[in-house]
Each structure stands twice: as C-alpha cells, then as structure tokens.
C-alpha cells in the first residue's frame, strides 16, 4: 500500500490552490444547505466540464455499461460531479458535518458487531471506497465512540493538501498518509485495537487484479493482509446520500470473513460494486479507475516474458 510521494509545488498548482482557498473561506460563510448546494453546482456546471472530469466519468462509464445511452451517462456523470462538490465542502464544514451527523440513521448488520468488537477493544477495519460521502461514515461513527482513523492518499497538489489533511483530522480520530512510515504507524495503531478507516476503489497497479463492476481492477490487498495479521474485523461500510443533498443513511454491511487477502479483497469490491450499482452517482467516476491501457500493456508484457521463458528451455 506504500505509495510514492508525488506531491508538486507548481505554480499552476498554487494558482488552483488560491481560488480553491477563496472559493472554500466564501461559502463556508453561507448557511450549511447553501454551501453544499453551491459547492455542488459550482463543479457540476464549472469544475468538471472544465478540469475534463465530466469526460472521464462518461469515458468510464462507457466502459463499464457500454449498452447505456449517451443520456444516461450525462445525467449520472452530473450527478456524481455534484456529489463531488457537496463532498467536498462539507469535509471542511467539520463542525456541521459533525452536527448533522448526531441525526444520522446508521444501521447494518455489522453494527452490532462493530459494539462488540469496540467493548472488547478488538482492531476494527471500516472499509469503503470513495462513495457517498466517505468522511461522512466517519463522522457518523466517531459521535457515536469510535475512533476511526483515516489513511488517506496525500494529493499531488501540495499547497492543496496542507489544508486538506485538516478536513480528514478534524474528524476525529488520527490521519495517516499513504506511504511507509504512515503505514508504520497506521498498523501500530490498528495492533492496539485501534479503528481504521480505508477506501479500497483506487487503481493500484502491482496489487492482485479483481473483479470491479465486471471489469478488473488492480487493487491492493492491504486490508486482508492486515486483517489477518492482527485479528481485526472487517466492515463494509458506506454514508449513502439521501434525497434532500444534505444527510446521509450510513450503513455497516455484514463483516467479511478472514479467508485470504485475495478473497477478502473481492469480497470487499463485491460489496462496492453492489452499492455502485444501486446508486451510480454517487460514486467517484472520475477516477481512473481501471486504466484499461496500462493493464493490455502489463498483459502483454507477461506474455512476452512466458514465452521468452519457454524459448528458452
């Protein structure tokens, strides 16, 4: 899961880290319901068409549904930029965030295991991907006494991060960079019984490649690798949006049986890809999640060194 560090002081960067700076400090002088609504049309309308983020997310869902009309695709790929936005705001809008989240309906399955896991201080894995509202799932469980701390992949524009990395501490519970040490101390803390928080949808390319919404996707194996090494329970977990943009329906699914990292792993993009299905716009379709390109060309490479290997005998 060590992840090099990518991060970039350009100036282009500190530029979009300025307006970004002056367009956060403006809304979060709005009422909450506002800011959100605002933040959600600003990349709705603005940020994706602009930044090619609303291109991507129809690329992507093309790949995925090829069958799905070009309608279709615009009306979710909106959809889930203006999530993007609301998600966005309302992480540096701790305050209200966790406010709101006191009200939150959180239910599941793995609720009840979670209660038991927290009173006999065994390790905890709440594990999601970038749906909904991530942070949201986080709140909602440290105002009820959990402790999740976040491992969060830094963003490669620095000046952006710095007061990034404030949103997922503000939270509650500590934050840990992807990286080695941050890992280091990501897994000392889990030891200790504590509660980790992990998004499990990005593209990873030496992890093992599962099945994603029917597509496979290079993913790392961390959250079983780890699972198992400290006996920690593993729950899907996810802050769905509700209808009225503002709250979240937070639900803990099922815990995932310790078998083996691979197939805890696709037990856990099977849990996804369900979520995905059933509400398509609010997932990130933005990422590139499969880089399709990247993995004919490992393919192909694989092939070239197998038979390289039995020309050789």
Not at 193 to 206: E, N, S, T, V
Not at 245 to 253: A, P, R, S, T
Request: hydrophobic share 40%; proline share 5%; aromatic share 8%.
């Amino acid at each position: 899961m060590a992840t090099q560090n990518k991060q970039s002081r350009s100036l282009g960067n500190w530029l979009v880290d300025r307006v970004a700076r002056g367009l956060i400090a403006t809304l979060l002088r709005l009422p909450h319901p506002a800011r959100v609504a605002t933040m959600g049309w600003v990349v709705r309308r603005i940020v994706g068409p602009l930044s090619g983020y609303s291109r991507r997310a129809r690329a992507n869902l093309a790949y995925v549904w090829p069958g799905m009309s070009m309608a279709d695709r615009r009306r979710i790929a909106r959809a889930v930029l203006d999530n993007v936005g609301r998600t966005l705001i309302e992480n540096y809008a701790t305050d209200d965030q966790l406010a709101r989240a006191t009200g939150w309906q959180v239910h599941g399955a793995g609720l009840t295991a979670a209660q038991d896991a927290l009173s006999q201080n065994r390790p905890i894995l709440f594990v999601s991907g970038h749906f909904g509202n991530y942070q949201a799932a986080r709140a909602a469980m440290n105002v009820r006494g959990f402790s999740l701390g976040g491992l969060y992949r830094p963003l490669d524009n620095a000046y952006f991060n710095e007061h990034y990395v404030l949103t997922v501490e503000a939270v509650g519970g500590p934050a840990f960079a992807r990286g080695r040490r941050g890992l280091a101390s990501f897994m000392r803390y889990v030891k200790g019984g504590g509660h980790g928080a992990l998004l499990i949808d990005q593209y990873y390319g030496d992890g093992a490649v599962v099945d994603f919404l029917g597509k496979p996707a290079p993913t790392a194996i961390s959250v079983g690798e780890i699972a198992l090494k400290y006996n920690a329970l593993v729950i899907p977990i996810y802050a769905r949006r509700l209808e009225n943009g503002l709250d979240f329906d937070v639900l803990l699914e099922e815990p995932v049986p310790h078998t083996d990292p691979v197939t805890m792993t696709q037990a856990l993009m099977d849990s996804l890809s369900a979520q995905v299905r059933a509400r398509p716009g609010q997932w990130f379709w933005v990422h590139r999640r499969w880089k399709p390109e990247r993995q004919a060309a490992r393919r192909d490479a694989q092939q070239a060194a197998r038979a390289d290997g039995r020309d050789g005998r």
